[in-house]
Nanobody, 128 residues
Framework: QIQLHESGGGSVQAGGSLRLSCTAS????????MGWFRQAPGKGREGVAIIHIGVGSEYYAESVKRRFTISQDYAKNTVYLQMSNVKPEDSAMYYC?????????????????????WGQGTLVTVSS
């Protein structure tokens, strides 16, 4: 059973930076993808960034390209999301998730059912 624990959320001013961490346990060789998702109040959950575990291929939502970077520490079973030049519209609960094998598709809500596990979330608040 995969378990995910996020950390690193908090409050930051627009234009600032923040790094989120997601540490996983129970990951097996069949788990190909890990990524970050977010949900703002009153809105649906959206994919932010996905990484293909081990291979390192990265996939980003258009709204965060060139501002956010996803990375992994394979030995620590940890995935990071470096958030730079944040904007108030980045404010949301950020969730880590793992599963699936077509990582690029996991950015799209129609494919969220392929994910096997979700973390509890970490809150990011960006003030203007």
């Amino acid at each position: 059973q995969i378990q995910l624990h996020e950390s690193g959320g908090g409050s930051v001013q627009a234009g600032g930076s923040l790094r989120l961490s997601c540490t996983a346990s129970g990951i097996t060789a069949s788990t190909k993808c890990m990524g970050w998702f977010r949900q703002a109040p009153g809105k649906g959950r959206e994919g932010v960034a996905i990484i293909h575990i081990g291979v390192g291929s990265e996939y980003y939502a258009e709204s965060v390209k060139r501002r956010f970077t996803i990375s992994q520490d394979y030995a620590k079973n940890t995935v990071y999301l470096q958030m730079s030049n944040v904007k108030p519209e980045d404010s949301a609960m950020y969730y880590c998730a793992a599963g699936g094998d077509r990582c690029g598709l996991l950015l799209h809500p129609a494919h969220f059912s392929a994910l096997d596990a979700w973390g509890q979330g970490t809150l990011v608040t960006v003030s203007s």
